[in-house]
T-cell receptor
Framework: QKEVEQDPGPLSVPEGAIVSLNCTYS??????FMWYRQYSRKGPELLMY????GNKEDGRFTAQVDKSSKYISLFIRDSQPSDSATYLC??????????FGAGTRLFVKA | ETGVTQSPTHLIKTRGQQVTLRCSSQ?????VSWYQQALGQGPQFIFQ???????GRGNFPPRFSGLQFPNYSSELNVNALELDDSALYLC??????????????FGEGSRLTVL
């Protein structure tokens, strides 16, 4: 069993839709939870990070962590074609190693 | 502020050969991590360097080795290349004080193809 599970998609939505991306994990020692966005032929870029359970909002993006269920989510409101990318969830125990999910490919159709 | 730069961007090697990939970290960052990203997969942690020493290593064999230089730039060396080494190799820099929050700044990667 992988430490972090993420549905690879692809996920295709119309412009303006609300997108929900999810990951589950098995290691209860994970303390830091991140979402990275990766455009084609580019390196990942950090979108959001959270430390505790609960919600964190930044513009059109909301990150949600439920440690009791070992489940994290990223919501994108009013999705735009420019949001089309691969979204990677990532987690850390607080040391030096970040564990990434496989990534979900998102396509937002104009 | 200069971002993370990697070279070369693409290269093709044959099985058994050796390769060196290079990375210049973002200004102000003293920690460099290397990741391997196979097609359709998430990045896998190879190792991290801090103060010119290996600070942690993932599940990769010893033929994957690295260096960090006094200016914080870094190299990844892979010996005896295998077909499965074909991947995008990503370098990520960070400040040691920020590492615990997981903030990694990635370069655009070096795409290695092994024939």
């Amino acid at each position: 069993q992988k430490e972090v599970e993420q549905d690879p998609g692809p996920l295709s939505v119309p412009e303006g839709a609300i997108v929900s991306l999810n990951c589950t994990y098995s290691n209860s020692a994970f303390q830091y939870f991140m979402w990275y966005r990766q455009y084609s032929r580019k390196g990942p870029e950090l979108l959001m990070y959270t430390y505790s359970s609960g919600n964190k909002e930044d513009g059109r993006f909301t990150a949600q962590v439920d440690k009791s269920s070992k489940y994290i989510s990223l919501f994108i409101r009013d999705s735009q074609p420019s949001d089309s990318a691969t979204y990677l969830c990532a987690m850390m125990t607080g040391g030096f190693k970040t564990i990434f999910g496989a990534g979900t490919r998102l396509f937002v159709k104009a | 502020e200069t971002g993370v730069t990697q070279s070369p961007t693409h290269l093709i090697k044959t099985r058994g050969q050796q390769v060196t990939l290079r990375c210049s970290s973002q200004s102000g960052h003293n920690t460099v991590s290397w990741y391997q990203q196979a097609l359709g997969q998430g990045p896998q942690f190879i190792f991290q360097y801090y103060r010119e020493e290996e600070n942690g290593r993932g599940n990769f064999p010893p033929r994957f080795s690295g260096l960090q230089f006094p200016n914080y730039s870094s190299e990844l060396n892979v010996n005896a290349l295998e077909l499965d080494d074909s991947a995008l190799y990503l370098c990520a820099s960070s400040s040691h004080t920020l590492q615990s929050t997981g903030e990694l700044f990635f370069g655009e990667g070096s795409r290695l193809t092994v024939l």
